[in-house]
T-cell receptor, first 112, second 116 residues
């Protein structure tokens, strides 16, 4: 049930791009992306719904391939503030009951 | 207070103690969640409450007992815990309703629990 994230860690220079992937073995209704900085709470970034709707961050984009049961988060022209651990959470039921299964996270470090 | 607050932020307890974690959301949401975050493990969903009713218990041991007296408050009562229960416990809330709605979850800062 838990999605698989890749890569486990990424190190970038400021201004470089990164892609973080999230794959599921089950059909997905929606995918949520969060970023957690050390010692802080996870912060919502993006949500992508089956059917193409999405809501999220202005400078971060994501894709959702329903057929392949995977999502990718695109971080372009990375800034120092992008450093943190990125989690994807999957909703495989599409119900109103509210349940997300999270991946292990991808640790992103941006250097000046 | 804004967003989701949790108290205490840090807690050290012995295996025979009884303690409670408190979560309060100031967002007018109708769903609340408890998650456990251990080192190098994914966020694990423990409990889900919708409109004060428990709708999900993710096979959590009975030494963890949730309580949701109203849609703004959520407690996690702890008793006879084990050292492996040491972790960061996160509370979250969301506005559940329509299947097609976004329902993003807002997290509190967490309680860092250490069981000796």
């Amino acid at each position: 049930q838990q999605p698989v994230q890749s890569p486990q860690a990424v190190i970038l220079r400021e201004g470089e791009d990164a892609v973080i992937n999230c794959s599921s073995s089950k059909a997905l209704y929606s995918v949520h992306w969060y970023r957690q900085k050390h010692g802080e709470a996870p912060v919502f970034l993006m949500i992508l719904l089956k059917g193409g709707e999405q809501k999220g961050h202005e400078k971060i984009s994501a894709s959702f391939n329903e057929k392949k049961q995977q999502s990718s988060l695109y971080l372009t022209a990375s800034q120092l503030s992008y450093s943190g651990t990125y989690f994807c959470g999957i909703d495989d039921r599409g119900s109103t009951l509210g349940r997300l299964y999270f991946g292990r996270g991808t640790q992103l470090t941006v250097w000046p | 207070e804004t967003g989701v607050t949790q108290t205490p932020r840090h807690l050290v307890m012995g295996m025979t103690n009884k303690k409670s974690l408190k979560c309060e959301q100031h967002l007018g949401h109708n769903a609340m969640y408890w998650y456990k975050q251990s080192a190098k493990k994914p966020l694990e969903l423990m409990f889900v409450y919708n409109f004060k009713e428990q709708t999900e218990n993710n096979s959590v041991p009975s030494r963890f007992s949730p309580e949701c007296p109203n849609s703004s408050h959520l407690f996690l009562h702890l008793h006879t815990l084990q050292p492996e229960d040491s972790a960061l416990y996160l509370c979250a809330s969301s506005q559940r309703g329509q299947v097609s709605s976004y329902n993003e979850q807002f997290f509190g800062p967490g309680t860092r629990l250490t069981v000796l």
